[in-house]
Structures are given as structure tokens and as C-alpha cells.
């Protein structure tokens, strides 16, 4: 059984552990060439290729605030047809709820002296994070998003088979969630 995550973007993070989180794939896709649509085509048919029909799949959902917000949707929701289509199932996890399950709020600072993160602020802050967390780095953002999608995965599914893991309090809030539906 493998836990998957899949960071879409023009380069998609994709990453595959085995059932004690030890990686079995890590790999940054980004298609054929750099002109649209065959790119984005077989971009998604590269990413489905990985997918194996027992995988645990966990995807980052829509960010709405990205300046490639359209491009990147018809990625994401490309891949997510090319996986119903195979009838795999997914878990839908939302940006902000990836970066909890690490730790990361997108502020830094103290109560009444807060700063907001930005773009490449907070992708330091989630790579440090991951590093804390699991001892993981790789030189691709959307790899080490790929990552903790694949651990928010494997979380989900020792949870609902077992009922049996410790998690940090943030973590398992992250989890409850997505268990309850409302990511």
C-alpha cells in the first residue's frame, strides 16, 4: 500500500511513501515542453502514470489567491478527472490546512505583533517546518508540499482503520477535519 500526495501546479509535486512513511517516490512533473495545452496533457497524464490503482491519494486544494490561479485550476482539476475516471479516490486538503499539519500559520511574531508571511517567506517557513517535523527536505517546494500531503494521507487512513496514532494537537485537528469533511 503506498500514501500519495500530489501538489498541482505547472510543476507537480508528487510523492509516494510506503506504509511506515519512508519514501518510496519523489519527483517534480512539469509535462511535455512549455506550450500549452499539450503541456498541461500530458503533465496530467505523467502524474496519473505514477498512480497505482491501491494508492492512498491526498491533493492540495484550490489556492485562490495564486497569479496562476486558471492554470493551475485546469491542472488541478484535470488531474483530479483523470483520477475519477480511474475510480480512485482522493483526499481533498486545503493550503492553509497543509501548512498546519506542520506547524505553520503564516504569521510570525508575538500576540500584538504580528507579521503575515509571504509567497517565499512562507515556503521557508513550511520547508524548515517539514525538516523539524519529519527530517525531510528536497530542492522542490511542491516536492516537500507533495510530502506532507502523503504524511496527511497516511495519517488519514491509520485513523480510520485504526483509530491509533499520535499526532500533535495541530495535526489531529487537521485530520478531524478532513474526516469530517470540511476540507
Do not use: C
Not at 121 to 132: F, N, Q, S
Not at 148 to 162: D, K, N, W
Amino acid at each position: 500500500m503506498r500514501f500519495v500526495g500530489i501538489d498541482p501546479s505547472t510543476k507537480t509535486g508528487f510523492v509516494a511513501l510506503d506504509e511506515h512513511g519512508q519514501v518510496l517516490r519523489e519527483k517534480e512533473l512539469t509535462g511535455i515542453g512549455d506550450l500549452d495545452p499539450k503541456r498541461m496533457r500530458t503533465l496530467i497524464d505523467e502524474v496519473i502514470e505514477h498512480i497505482k490503482k491501491d494508492d492512498i491519494v491526498a491533493i492540495e486544494g484550490f489556492g485562490f489567491a495564486s497569479q496562476q490561479a486558471i492554470q493551475n485550476g485546469g491542472i488541478g482539476w484535470g488531474i483530479r478527472m483523470a483520477l475519477d475516471a480511474r475510480k480512485i479516490s482522493y483526499i481533498e486538503v486545503a493550503p492553509n490546512a497543509l501548512k498546519k499539519y506542520v506547524g505553520v500559520t503564516g504569521f510570525i511574531g508575538e500576540k500584538g505583533n504580528k507579521k503575515r508571511l509571504s509567497g517565499p517567506e512562507k515556503k521557508k517557513a513550511v520547508k524548515k517546518a517539514v525538516i523539524d517535523h519529519f527530517k525531510y527536505t528536497h530542492k522542490s517546494d511542491n516536492v516537500i508540499d507533495a510530502y506532507v500531503l502523503a504524511q496527511i494521507a497516511l495519517s488519514h487512513f491509520v485513523v480510520q482503520e485504526t483509530e491509533s496514532i499520535t499526532l500533535i494537537n495541530y495535526q489531529s485537528e487537521v485530520i478531524d477535519t478532513i474526516l469530517k469533511g470540511a476540507i
